[in-house]
């Protein structure tokens, strides 16, 4: 099976613009998370989403948001791009409770 | 507030020696523990998890971590590194209270070099 596949895989956008990340989760898994990871740092927690419902959200600014498909798979949309959102965008897909399985990450810069 | 620490931001090893990378996390209840590790350009990898049961528990690659409820850590050890171990290693802590929910927190990650 395919594992969590993420695209792009890089990005390059200016201050101001607006971006979509796309996440495909592994076969069965209806839920899907995504982090934040920026250099050298921790990934932080953005967004779960099950059965097509936002469950969590973390500590970020509204510019951020995400969505479901029926098909579980996921997108996430940053507007009004700031430097400071240049990082490594992680999504992640479970089936069963807890186990996550991360994908390679689209890493997003900011010029 | 769920937090998760690594002292350690940097270590270097040989290559055979035994290795411990230390995690200390704050949570109100017993959390779900994981230990995940990220290779340059790549996504995470899951080492292992607790969830309950017994606390010491065995990974991937020939890891293993303890659960100490009593000094709030989750060590990872093992007991030979190679070359190929050489990566970024996180800690990381998993909320109970809802069955879909799945807020994790990362600790700040430790570094691991691996000298021959």
């Known amino acids: 099976d395919a594992g969590v596949t993420q695209s792009p895989t890089h990005l390059i956008k200016t201050r101001g613009q607006q971006v979509t990340l796309r996440c495909s989760p592994i076969?069965?898994?209806?839920?899907v998370s995504w982090y934040q990871q920026v250099l050298g740092q921790g990934p932080q927690f953005i967004f779960q989403?099950?059965?097509?419902?936002?469950?969590g959200r973390g500590n970020f600014p509204d510019r951020f948001s995400a969505r479901q498909f029926p098909n579980y798979s996921s997108e996430l949309n940053v507007n009004a791009l700031l430097l400071g959102d240049s990082a490594l965008y992680l999504c992640?897909?479970?089936?069963?409770?807890?186990?996550?399985?991360f994908g390679d990450g689209t890493r997003l810069s900011i010029l | 507030a769920q937090s998760v620490t690594q002292p350690d931001i940097h270590i270097t090893v040989s290559e055979g020696a035994s290795l411990e990378l230390r995690c200390n996390y704050s949570y109100g209840a017993t959390p779900y523990l994981f230990w995940y590790v990220q290779s340059p350009g790549q996504g995470l990898q899951l080492l292992l998890k607790y969830f309950s049961g017994d606390t010491l528990v065995q990974g991937i690659k020939g890891f293993e971590a303890e659960f100490k409820r009593s000094q709030s850590s989750f060590n990872l050890r093992k007991p030979s590194v190679h070359w190929s171990d050489a990566a970024e290693y996180f800690c990381a802590v998993g909320a109970r209270e809802e069955t879909s929910y799945d807020k994790v927190i990362f600790g700040p990650g430790t570094s691991l070099s691996v000298i021959p």
């Open positions: 989403y099950y059965e097509k419902e936002e469950r």
């Open positions: 992640a897909s479970r089936k069963d409770r807890g186990t996550q399985h």
């Open positions: 076969s069965g898994h209806k839920s």
